[in-house]
């Protein structure tokens, strides 16, 4: 009776540390929602890869693509979470419906043509930061990105 009690007392444990192991991670840093716009001299840009990468090196990047009007939001774990409140580096890429082909290789797609400047791929020339702010209110950001 005593080994099917402790049994029963094993499984019951098991089962509590699965349930709370899968509500998240314990101690990651909470997030805000954060969602904004991209538009290139004025025209809303499709298909742009954005990423919110930690000012300081550390921390989670937040990571979004825009929609056909431009529109993004955030993710840091989970579709829509948002970023942790901080300071970041702005990289954004357009993301191609088409990769090229491995060279070698015969018919191979060729690549399409950025629909943005490259320069605001690499953080350190897109001059592009932003600050999440615990308001999620002010956390709506419009980049128009210019040649």
């Given at each position: 009776?005593?080994?099917?009690?402790?049994?029963?007392?094993?499984?019951?444990?098991?089962?509590?540390?699965l349930i709370v192991g899968c509500g998240g991670v314990s101690g990651a840093p909470q997030t805000v929602p954060v969602s904004?716009?991209?538009?290139?001299?004025?025209?809303?840009m499709p298909k742009i890869s954005v990423a919110f990468i930690p000012?300081?090196?550390?921390?989670q990047i937040a990571e979004g693509t825009t929609d056909a009007e431009g529109?993004?939001?955030?993710q840091t774990r989970e579709p829509g979470d948002?970023?942790?409140?901080?300071?970041?580096?702005?990289?954004?890429?357009?993301?191609?419906?088409?990769?090229?082909?491995?060279?070698?290789?015969t018919d191979g797609a060729k690549s399409e043509p950025s629909t943005i400047p490259g320069k605001y791929g690499d953080t350190s020339m897109s001059g592009l930061t932003a600050t999440v702010d615990p308001d999620e209110s002010k956390n709506e950001f419009k980049?128009?990105?210019t040649d």
């Amino acid at each position: 009776m005593l080994v099917a009690c402790l049994n029963k007392l094993c499984l019951l444990a098991g089962v509590s540390v699965l349930i709370v192991g899968c509500g998240g991670v314990s101690g990651a840093p909470q997030t805000v929602p954060v969602s904004g716009v991209v538009s290139y001299n004025g025209t809303p840009m499709p298909k742009i890869s954005v990423a919110f990468i930690p000012q300081d090196g550390t921390g989670q990047i937040a990571e979004g693509t825009t929609d056909a009007e431009g529109n993004f939001e955030l993710q840091t774990r989970e579709p829509g979470d948002g970023a942790v409140v901080g300071t970041y580096k702005v990289a954004l890429n357009y993301v191609p419906d088409t990769v090229a082909g491995m060279p070698g290789f015969t018919d191979g797609a060729k690549s399409e043509p950025s629909t943005i400047p490259g320069k605001y791929g690499d953080t350190s020339m897109s001059g592009l930061t932003a600050t999440v702010d615990p308001d999620e209110s002010k956390n709506e950001f419009k980049f128009d990105l210019t040649d």
